[in-house]
């Protein structure tokens, strides 16, 4: 299969199934110890045959000074050498397409390195024709910040720049200056970062903080929280609860934004006869602000992902809450998703236990949405525990950013024979989940995922059924039905560790158990056994 016109198909998007490469710790071609993208090429057949995904999205891989790890553009029109060349970027999208494996790739509108041409021009003078392509504002009367706003990873979210008398906007860290949307100058030139890529062919964007990219203009304080302290154990967001956020992000304006990046993608889409796609990165809940990203007739972003998982207890009932909150709060039309893990956060096995990784699996790929799967999740790799003084990643999110461990020779195959050593420890575990070893077992987590992946891949229930929810299975499980017009199915995953006999409503066939890497053709039962922290898919008989 390959990547051509969509054929009428725009809703790709919907069946495919995402699979998400931190291009650090994915594969290193070159054997310097840091992932890149010839490492990535080396590894599609594995993404599009032996796991069986649909796309990829891969993380920044622009020309970066790599303090946060490639969300600090310097160069948006080029690779940084850490990870290659431009031609290997365009050998990458190439080789993905030949495979019908679609490629995203994250755009970061919110802000640039403060070693971008932009910022530096922006920085040398206070009438520089960039200035005001980023946020300046002059002190306040005693000197100090211009407003009280705190940045995503503690303190002032400003930075005096004594040279010119002003401080600059950072809501991240202070080398990532926010860029100004308002300005014409640098929407025009973030709209042709997008269109720079989309002429290399790429499928569409995860677009990064997208909430943030447009800010109160009179910079108005935001009204403190007095119920909440900093939180120094939340080193991602250490003095995030002390004020409400409400005029540092989400300015409605951005909504005009959106809308401007999606008629450009549109527009390609319509002339290339292949859709592009906008995934927003939002953090705005409520739910009411949340569907505001899809755009008022669905025409923002074509879905946002959704953390409510990553926030919620890892308990059936909690976990059929979330679920249902955003089924109720989706507009008609509009597609759902849950976000299991990411770059960002500890890894599900770190957050939840081991106990959790066969559920999970179960979760991401029958819930109703568009499922992404973060990379090294399919093998349940654990965190990797990595002691503060050996960080890489200032606010250390490192230990869910392992190299990918693909054999189970030392270094775990994550760079060529007799390559560096790798950026990050490898996960110490890799002999026995190395991507070798797991398909070598029937059992594996690896072989779980494939064929879960390859079951919603045939199924249309899996794929475009409507969620049902069930009260079967007591407690510990969560149970539902995915209904499609010619298919029927049940799931019901299991919490506990005790296997339970859950009574389906109506009798059916087994398509997937957790615990079996097959499972025999038999009579249909409404009985079945739901293994302990595990699950089962069964096609259901009609009804009637
Ligand atoms: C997003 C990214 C995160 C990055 C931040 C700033 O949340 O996922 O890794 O640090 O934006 O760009």
Same mark, same amino acid.
């Given at each position: 299969?390959?990547?051509?016109?969509?054929?009428?198909?725009?809703?790709?998007?919907?069946?495919?199934?995402?699979?998400?490469?931190?291009?650090?710790?994915?594969?290193?071609?070159?054997?310097?110890?840091?992932?890149?993208?010839?490492?990535?090429?080396?590894?599609?057949?594995?993404? *599009?045959?032996?796991?069986?995904?649909?796309?990829?999205?891969?993380?920044?891989?622009?020309?970066?000074?790599?303090?946060?790890?490639?969300?600090?553009?310097?160069?948006?029109?080029?690779?940084?050498?850490? +990870?290659?060349?431009?031609?290997?970027?365009?050998?990458?999208?190439?080789?993905?397409?030949?495979?019908?494996?679609?490629?995203?790739?994250?755009?970061?509108?919110?802000?640039? =390195?403060?070693?971008?041409?932009?910022?530096?021009?922006?920085?040398?003078?206070?009438?520089?024709?960039?200035?005001?392509?980023?946020?300046?504002?002059?002190?306040?009367?005693?000197?100090? !910040?211009? =407003?009280?706003?705190? =940045?995503?990873?503690?303190?002032?979210?400003?930075? %005096?720049?004594?040279?010119?008398?002003?401080?600059?906007?950072?809501?991240?860290?202070?080398?990532?200056?926010?860029?100004?949307?308002?300005?014409?100058?640098?929407?025009? &030139?973030?709209?042709?970062?997008?269109?720079?890529?989309?002429? /290399?062919?790429?499928?569409? +964007?995860?677009?990064?903080?997208?909430?943030?990219?447009?800010?109160?203009?009179?910079?108005?304080?935001?009204?403190?929280?007095?119920?909440?302290?900093?939180?120094?154990?939340?080193?991602?967001?250490?003095?995030?609860?002390?004020?409400?956020?409400?005029?540092?992000?989400?300015?409605?304006?951005? %909504?005009?934004?959106?809308?401007?990046?999606? *008629?450009? $993608?549109?527009?390609?889409? &319509? /002339?290339?006869?292949?859709?592009?796609?906008?995934?927003?990165?939002?953090?705005?809940?409520?739910?009411?602000?949340?569907?505001? %990203?899809?755009?008022?007739? #669905?025409?923002?972003?074509?879905?946002?992902?959704?953390?409510?998982?990553?926030?919620?207890?890892?308990?059936?009932?909690?976990?059929?809450?979330?679920? @249902?909150?955003? @089924?109720?709060?989706? !507009?008609?039309?509009?597609?759902?998703?849950?976000?299991?893990?990411?770059?960002?956060?500890?890894?599900?096995?770190?957050?939840?236990?081991?106990?959790?990784?066969?559920?999970?699996?179960?979760?991401?790929?029958? #819930?109703?949405?568009?499922?992404?799967?973060?990379?090294?999740?399919?093998?349940? $790799?654990?965190?990797? &525990?990595?002691?503060?003084?050996?960080?890489?990643?200032? $606010?250390?999110?490192?230990?869910?950013?392992?190299?990918?461990?693909?054999?189970?020779?030392?270094?775990?195959?994550?760079?060529?024979?007799?390559?560096?050593?790798?950026?990050?420890?490898?996960?110490? @575990?890799?002999?026995?989940?190395?991507?070798?070893?797991?398909? *070598?077992?029937?059992?594996?987590?690896?072989?779980?995922?494939?064929? $879960?992946?390859?079951?919603?891949?045939?199924?249309?229930?899996?794929? =475009?059924? *409507?969620?049902?929810?069930?009260?079967?299975?007591?407690?510990?499980?969560?149970?539902?039905?995915?209904?499609?017009?010619?298919?029927?199915?049940?799931?019901?995953?299991?919490?506990?560790?005790?296997?339970?006999?859950? @009574?389906?409503?109506?009798?059916?066939?087994?398509?997937?158990?957790?615990? /079996?890497?097959?499972?025999?053709?038999?009579?249909?039962?409404?009985?079945?056994?739901?293994?302990?922290?595990?699950?089962?898919?069964?096609?259901?008989?009609?009804?009637?």
């Amino acid at each position: 299969m390959r990547v051509q016109a969509d054929g009428g198909d725009a809703h790709w998007w919907r069946r495919a199934v995402i699979y998400q490469v931190y291009p650090r710790s994915f594969a290193d071609g070159d054997g310097d110890g840091v992932g890149d993208l010839r490492g990535v090429i080396g590894r599609l057949d594995y993404l *599009a045959d032996t796991l069986g995904v649909d796309a990829l999205w891969i993380g920044p891989l622009y020309r970066s000074p790599q303090v946060d790890f490639g969300y600090d553009v310097s160069d948006h029109t080029d690779v940084d050498p850490a +990870f290659g060349t431009l031609a290997d970027a365009d050998a990458l999208i190439a080789a993905a397409h030949e495979r019908g494996l679609r490629v995203i790739l994250d755009f970061v509108p919110n802000h640039t =390195s403060d070693r971008h041409p932009w910022f530096v021009e922006a920085r040398a003078r206070r009438d520089a024709p960039r200035r005001d392509w980023y946020v300046w504002a002059d002190p306040a009367p005693d000197g100090g !910040p211009p =407003s009280n706003w705190t =940045s995503e990873q503690g303190g002032s979210t400003w930075e %005096f720049d004594a040279a010119t008398g002003q401080y600059y906007l950072h809501s991240y860290h202070r080398t990532q200056p926010d860029v100004n949307w308002r300005h014409p100058g640098l929407r025009a &030139a973030m709209l042709d970062v997008l269109r720079f890529w989309l002429d /290399r062919g790429v499928d569409g +964007f995860r677009i990064d903080a997208l909430h943030m990219i447009a800010k109160d203009p009179a910079l108005t304080d935001n009204p403190p929280r007095d119920d909440a302290a900093p939180n120094g154990a939340d080193r991602q967001h250490p003095d995030h609860d002390t004020q409400w956020h409400v005029h540092d992000r989400m300015h409605p304006d951005l %909504f005009d934004h959106i809308a401007r990046m999606r *008629a450009l $993608l549109d527009d390609y889409g &319509a /002339r290339t006869g292949r859709s592009r796609i906008a995934i927003g990165e939002v953090e705005a809940m409520p739910w009411e602000s949340w569907v505001r %990203f899809l755009g008022r007739d #669905l025409d923002g972003v074509h879905w946002s992902f959704n953390f409510n998982f990553l926030e919620t207890p890892w308990e059936p009932k909690a976990l059929r809450l979330s679920i @249902e909150a955003q @089924e109720e709060a989706l !507009p008609e039309g509009a597609w759902p998703n849950h976000v299991l893990s990411n770059h960002d956060r500890p890894r599900l096995a770190g957050r939840h236990g081991e106990r959790s990784v066969r559920v999970a699996a179960v979760l991401l790929l029958t #819930l109703r949405g568009t499922p992404t799967l973060y990379y090294g999740d399919e093998l349940g $790799l654990p965190d990797v &525990a990595i002691p503060p003084e050996c960080w890489r990643d200032p $606010l250390g999110r490192d230990q869910a950013r392992a190299p990918m461990p693909w054999t189970s020779e030392p270094g775990g195959g994550f760079g060529p024979p007799g390559g560096g050593e790798p950026w990050l420890p490898v996960p110490p @575990e890799y002999r026995e989940r190395s991507v070798a070893a797991q398909l *070598a077992d029937p059992d594996s987590v690896l072989n779980l995922y494939r064929r $879960l992946l390859a079951l919603r891949r045939r199924s249309p229930a899996l794929l =475009s059924g *409507a969620y049902v929810p069930l009260e079967e299975g007591g407690d510990d499980c969560l149970a539902y039905l995915r209904e499609a017009p010619g298919q029927v199915v049940a799931v019901v995953v299991n919490f506990g560790g005790d296997a339970v006999e859950v @009574e389906l409503p109506r009798p059916g066939r087994t398509l997937l158990a957790t615990d /079996r890497a097959e499972v025999p053709p038999g009579p249909a039962r409404s009985g079945v056994v739901v293994p302990a922290y595990g699950g089962v898919v069964v096609e259901l008989e009609r009804a009637g």
